[in-house]
């Protein structure tokens, strides 16, 4: 009979590998992903959520694991004021010199429950609309106008948001005061008068291999993190499935494959669902775009 250090040893070790299988089949699938029809060749990502929830870190944290190493292209901010000042779209190569992967993600500037701090509510529908440019040097006080000299007047479905990732910090959902939760209420009614996917993302997990089961196909919830979920279902009426949890790598210096699952997992939930967004769209609006890629005869 083994000692039962040996034996916990093992099944670390057979834990770890069967995690490596796993967020390789995750990796496969999502290299392997195309956009529901071909309606666009890449699905745009929006992440929006409170100052210091997170969004730069996850774009950070899905390059990383791309490229195999942990990097840190999006600057990150601190949780009191954010950092990001301008719109930015992010595309994701396959490795260094890889190809580019069939989706972008979209950082914004943080939520802030002061007036006139963080993104302003006004600029909401314009990204959402695709009228955003990249690099847009965001102003709190003043939303973009069709004015402007990028101002994206006639966007076509590939600059539309597909799929927006409400991103909040698992340990402040609790005691998020009524006056942020007012405005990402207020995101979320402009995301469903434009009949956008959504998800939300919830970050700061501190142990990502408690949260995953055995399987690593189902997400094993403690008490706590189950009622963090709950509150989020009840506040803005996610489908529970639709609510998921991560751990950015913020302060790591190597990969984690239990990181990468949960990372991958989110990712591969948000671009099915922005394929159920191409897929519910008027068939005036899919039927045009698939005329368009017909090859003339």
Same mark, same amino acid.
């Given at each position: 009979? #083994?000692?039962?250090?040996?034996? &916990?040893?093992?099944?670390?070790? =057979? ?13 496969? *699938?999502?290299?392997? +992903?195309?956009? +529901? ?20 870190? $996850? $774009? ?5 694991? $791309?490229?195999? /190493?942990?990097?840190? #292209?999006?600057?990150?901010?601190? *949780? ?27 950082? %914004? ?26 690099? +847009? ?15 994206? %007047? ?7 948001? /597909?799929?927006?990732?409400?991103? @909040? &910090? ?5 005691? @998020? ?10 995101? /979320? ?23 995953? #089961?055995?399987? $690593? ?6 008490? %706590?993190? #189950? ?5 989020? /279902? =009840? ?16 302060? *790591?210096?190597?990969? *984690? ?6 990372? @991958? ?20 609006? %899919? ?11």
């Amino acid at each position: 009979m #083994q000692p039962s250090g040996i034996k &916990d040893n093992l099944d670390d070790i =057979k834990r770890i590998i069967k995690a490596r299988e796993h967020r390789n089949r995750l990796l496969a *699938d999502i290299r392997d +992903y195309r956009p +529901y029809a071909d309606l666009v060749s890449e699905i745009r990502i929006l992440l929006v959520g409170p100052v210091g929830s997170g969004k730069s870190s $996850f $774009f950070n944290s899905v390059k990383s694991i $791309f490229h195999g /190493h942990v990097t840190g #292209q999006a600057v990150v901010g601190s *949780d009191i004021t954010s950092i990001t000042e301008r719109y930015r779209i992010y595309s994701v190569k396959d490795g260094k010199n890889g190809k580019s992967l069939p989706f972008m993600l979209c950082d %914004t500037m943080g939520l802030d429950g002061a007036e006139g701090a963080g993104l302003c509510m006004d600029d909401i529908p314009h990204i959402l609309k695709g009228c955003m440019p990249d690099r +847009y040097q965001f102003n709190s006080r003043k939303p973009i106008t069709p004015e402007h000299s990028t101002f994206i %007047t006639s966007p076509s479905l590939k600059d539309r948001i /597909h799929c927006v990732a409400y991103v @909040l &910090d698992i340990n402040s959902i609790d005691n @998020l005061y009524s006056k942020m939760l007012a405005k990402v209420k207020q995101v /979320h009614k402009e995301v469903l008068n434009c009949g956008i996917a959504y998800v939300a993302l919830l970050t700061k997990v501190d142990d990502c291999s408690e949260v995953l #089961q055995d399987n $690593f196909l189902n997400m094993s919830r403690s008490m %706590t993190s #189950q009622s963090r979920v709950m509150n989020v /279902h =009840k506040m803005l009426g996610i489908p529970i499935s639709n609510i998921l949890m991560v751990g950015n790598y913020a302060s *790591d210096l190597e990969l *984690d494959p239990m990181k990468d699952i949960l990372i @991958l997992s989110a990712l591969r939930q948000m671009l099915r669902a922005a394929d159920d967004f191409l897929e519910d769209l008027p068939l005036e609006e %899919t039927g045009a775009i698939e005329r368009a890629l017909q090859p003339c005869i």
